[in-house]
């Protein structure tokens, strides 16, 4: 079942351990769902998957969980890059964040990131994509 068609099963987490490296107030977020990209920059339109519903109240479990971080997005290179996660709110306001090299940080607001100890998160994510896309994305990832 589409997560669009459950919209009336609205996810809503308080990151209450997430907060800015400034130690402000946590971040919450509300998703209705979620979609993926794996970035391959492989001459190919990246892939794009949507999760289910069970997957989309896991995201967001995992994600309250992670650890707050200071560290900066480190460049990307060619190839593999990580990918990039789009919660998508009950009002339409679309959430983002790339995920890659242990840590998770927000596209609009850099200040907010989390470490992603042993690239844990990311992995759960990629476990999620259809077979044909994680066939593309392990080996990158040193399995």
């Given at each position: 079942?589409?997560?669009?068609?459950?919209a009336?099963l609205?996810?809503?987490?308080?990151?209450?351990?997430?907060?800015?490296?400034?130690?402000s107030?946590?971040?919450?977020?509300?998703a209705?769902?979620?979609?993926?990209?794996?970035?391959l920059?492989?001459?190919?339109?990246?892939p794009?998957?949507t999760?289910?519903?069970?997957?989309l109240?896991?995201?967001l479990?995992?994600?309250?969980?992670?650890?707050?971080?200071?560290n900066?997005e480190?460049?990307?290179?060619?190839?593999?890059?990580?990918?990039?996660?789009?919660?998508?709110?009950?009002?339409?306001?679309?959430?983002?964040?790339?995920?890659?090299d242990?840590?998770?940080?927000m596209?609009d607001?850099?200040s907010?990131?989390?470490?992603?100890?042993g690239?844990?998160?990311?992995?759960?994510?990629?476990?999620t994509?259809?077979?044909?896309?994680?066939?593309?994305?392990?080996?990158?990832?040193?399995n």
């Amino acid at each position: 079942m589409a997560i669009s068609a459950v919209a009336a099963l609205v996810a809503v987490v308080l990151l209450t351990n997430a907060r800015k490296p400034d130690d402000s107030a946590p971040v919450t977020l509300s998703a209705q769902e979620a979609r993926v990209q794996a970035a391959l920059y492989s001459g190919l339109p990246n892939p794009k998957w949507t999760l289910q519903t069970s997957q989309l109240r896991e995201c967001l479990k995992m994600l309250s969980e992670l650890p707050a971080s200071e560290n900066q997005e480190p460049q990307r290179g060619l190839g593999y890059s990580g990918l990039r996660l789009e919660l998508i709110q009950t009002n339409g306001t679309i959430v983002s964040f790339r995920i890659h090299d242990g840590g998770v940080w927000m596209e609009d607001n850099s200040s907010v990131a989390y470490s992603d100890k042993g690239r844990a998160f990311e992995r759960w994510l990629i476990a999620t994509a259809p077979s044909d896309v994680q066939q593309l994305i392990p080996h990158e990832l040193g399995n």
